[in-house]
């Protein structure tokens, strides 16, 4: 957890525009709010465009200090394996923002979905179909249990209706819904109902910390430490997404750069 004071905080004589790319209302925009909030009498304009390619393309001609909130997904390569649009380039990668950590889940009425059967069984574990998540999912469960199927989803809509039909034993969810229980959480601390930590279960799978993350990233900011200010702020302190937290902040510039890529 970054902790700051005020004294701490480093500010800049320029308004900072804060750069939205996302739906009014969503995750994404509630995600931007925090900053521009944050930002107090620094904040300068919101600049809307029409999606994240977009938001890249303004970020490498801005002349301006601008900043935005970006998901992990956006560094993901595309099904062919070429770049993604919206992926930046490292100059323009801020620090990480936020995350709301994944979890193992189950119907909580399915007397057979035990931790055991997780780590040994011949379970079928339903995730979401994503370029950056997906691949995580599987490198994880691989490690977890072998004997596991993991089946892709392209909503996690679809692979929740898929556990209450019975077609799945498990899925990797941020949250657990109505009827659902998570006993393992991809986190370095349990939260919620979880009864352990998935390095708890496998100390050697890779990705047993992982979050559906978000990260700042921006231009022009040399002498303002924006997330300090963000992080520090009644914004943040009150802000309705609860379960996302601040994440990797612990860890170098370059360590959570490598973790995007």
């Known amino acids: 957890m970054l902790l700051t004071t005020s004294a701490s905080i480093s500010f800049a004589a320029d308004k900072i525009d804060v750069l939205q790319y996302t739906r009014a209302g969503g995750l994404g925009d509630r995600m931007v709010t925090y900053i521009a909030d944050a930002l107090g009498d620094q ?17 490498k001609k801005a002349k301006n200090p601008v900043i935005t909130a970006m998901p992990f997904e956006s560094m993901a390569k595309q099904n062919d394996g070429s770049k993604n649009a919206c992926a930046i380039n490292k100059k323009y990668f801020v620090e990480m923002y936020a995350a709301s950590p994944w979890s193992v889940c189950h119907r ?17 574990v339903g995730v979401w179909q994503n370029g950056f998540y997906g691949p995580r999912f599987v490198k994880f ?10 089946i892709p989803y392209k909503k996690a809509k679809m692979y929740r209706a ?21 006993p393992v959480i991809l986190n370095d601390t349990i939260v919620g109902d979880a009864q352990m930590t998935a390095a708890e279960l496998e100390p050697n799978a890779p990705y047993n910390v992982l979050g559906y993350s978000y990260f700042f990233a921006g231009a022009n900011l040399k002498g303002t430490d924006v997330p300090a200010i963000v ?20 860890l170098s510039r370059n360590k959570q750069w490598k973790s995007l890529k």
Do not use: H
């Not at 904040?43 to 970020?59: H, K, M, S, T």
């Not at 909580?108 to 079928?124: C, E, H, K, P, W």
């Open 43 to 59: 904040f300068g304009e919101r600049i809307v465009v029409d999606n994240c390619a977009a938001a890249v393309q303004y970020l």
């Open 108 to 124: 909580s009425d399915n007397a057979a979905a035990t931790i055991q059967a997780l780590r040994n069984g011949d379970v079928r």
């Open 141 to 150: 469960m691989e490690a977890i249990n072998p004997n596991a199927k993991v």
């Open 162 to 182: 898929a556990l209450v039909a019975g077609e799945i034993d498990f899925s990797i969810s941020t949250v657990a819904k109505d009827g659902e229980s998570c």
């Open 231 to 250: 992080f520090a702020s009644d914004a943040w302190k009150n802000r309705r997404d609860n379960r996302y937290n601040v994440f990797m902040t612990d």
